[in-house]
């Protein structure tokens, strides 16, 4: 039996963890659930699932919530980060899905690590943000780290057992990343202007939340993706090739020094690499429908377009760079795709922001936690400042 705490249960990837842990009452049991503010969400989570405890961000969500349980459901409350990285590290919890989106993700999920737990990785900005620092915990404390997003999840799949982290020793050549290209893939630059937030969030084959839908959109997804799959298999940005692949079916592949590509294909269904991830090294049912290859009929690949989605150059940039880079562009990228989704800034101002803003802060190298977290506050300082300038341009074309 398992002893799972789930990192931002009322998420996308929350909620779908927990559908698979229902199915699976005799394997995996629910310690702790978390959320930041959606009291009504996390009270239907708690009387169905009876975790021991469920933490609130946001206190003053904690006292509502705190209020509003029954006694006889048996859960306390917690609150703020306190509380997060509480659960995360409790000695009666054993699994943690890190699926709180963002920089936010990275205390509780670091916890989680540093207390040597199987840690479930879907906040990719945790990693981004972090990257050696990260690394060097999982390694120093014998942590578990498994991988979610569908792309890493697929690699690992194709990867030896054991292996993960020696690509020249398993005869790796490359890393071949696939993306789905996002609802604007055939969208031109002159119309990208015109996007507005539920367009921009309206995927054509995933569900996902509205950030990382956006990111989606923007191709930014795929340039933290780029930056994680680096760390994750201690490899080389040249080492990972990027391929539009609109179907979203083949989840991502590596290819061997014999000539042999490994895919792995699946419905575009995040309880797969979750199931995995839960139950690894054996298989259980995720309640994904058969993948029928007769009604897909044809794979496409594209080269992405950087022109109209700098936002994945900008992130392999960010990399080459390296140290405190990375947290910088994701800080950016967090408060201009909040301001877009505010209505604040345009799509198109996504990238502008995120680039004027890295080139206006030095990059030192990041080798204490709290230099990084100081320049994720520089950034968003920063990032404030240019959000008005870009707005403030486009409501003067208009």
Request: glycine letters at 8%; one cysteine or more.
């Amino acid at each position: 039996m398992r002893h799972v705490t789930v990192l931002g249960a009322t998420g996308s990837i929350g909620l779908n963890t927990l559908d698979v842990i229902g199915r699976h009452p005799d394997r995996f049991d629910v310690f702790a659930l978390t959320a930041c503010r959606q009291v009504d969400s996390m009270l239907s989570l708690c009387q169905r699932f009876r975790p021991r405890y469920a933490v609130m961000a946001e206190p003053s969500a904690a006292l509502e919530l705190a209020e509003r349980l029954p006694e006889e459901a048996g859960v306390e409350v917690l609150a703020g980060t306190e509380g997060l990285e509480a659960v995360a590290s409790s000695p009666d919890c054993d699994t943690v899905m890190a699926a709180i989106v963002g920089a936010a993700g990275l205390a509780p999920t670091l916890a989680a690590v540093r207390s040597g737990k199987r840690v479930l990785l879907a906040n990719k900005e945790a990693l981004v943000m972090s990257g050696r620092l990260f690394m060097d915990a999982v390694a120093e404390s014998g942590a578990e780290l498994l991988p979610i997003d569908s792309e890493h999840n697929a690699i690992f799949q194709c990867l030896p057992p054991g292996q993960s982290r020696d690509l020249p020793g398993a005869g790796v050549r490359r890393i071949l990343l696939t993306a789905s290209g996002g609802p604007f893939r055939e969208t031109s630059a002159e119309a990208l202007q015109q996007v507005t937030p539920d367009q921009a969030c309206a995927h054509p084959n995933w569900s996902m939340g509205q950030k990382i839908s956006v990111d989606s959109a923007t191709l930014m997804n795929k340039g933290l993706e780029l930056i994680e799959a680096c760390w994750l298999f201690d490899t080389r940005p040249d080492q990972v090739e990027v391929h539009v692949h609109p179907e979203s079916i083949i989840h991502s592949m590596v290819e061997y020094v014999d000539g042999s590509v490994l895919a792995q294909l699946g419905s575009p269904d995040m309880r797969t690499p979750i199931a995995n991830g839960l139950a690894w090294p054996e298989r259980i049912d995720a309640g994904v429908d058969s993948l029928n290859l007769f009604d897909i009929g044809r794979f496409h690949f594209e080269r992405p377009d950087l022109e109209r989605f700098p936002c994945l150059r900008l992130a392999s940039e960010a990399f080459r760079l390296g140290g405190t880079a990375p947290a910088v562009l994701n800080a950016a990228n967090e408060e201009a795709v909040a301001a877009f989704l505010r209505g604040e800034l345009g799509f198109t101002g996504i990238p502008a922001v995120i680039e004027s803003v890295m080139a206006s802060i030095a990059t030192v190298p990041a080798d204490e936690f709290p230099v990084i977290f100081e320049k994720d506050r520089e950034s968003r300082a920063r990032s404030a400042e240019q959000i008005r300038h870009h707005a403030v341009s486009v409501s003067g074309l208009g």
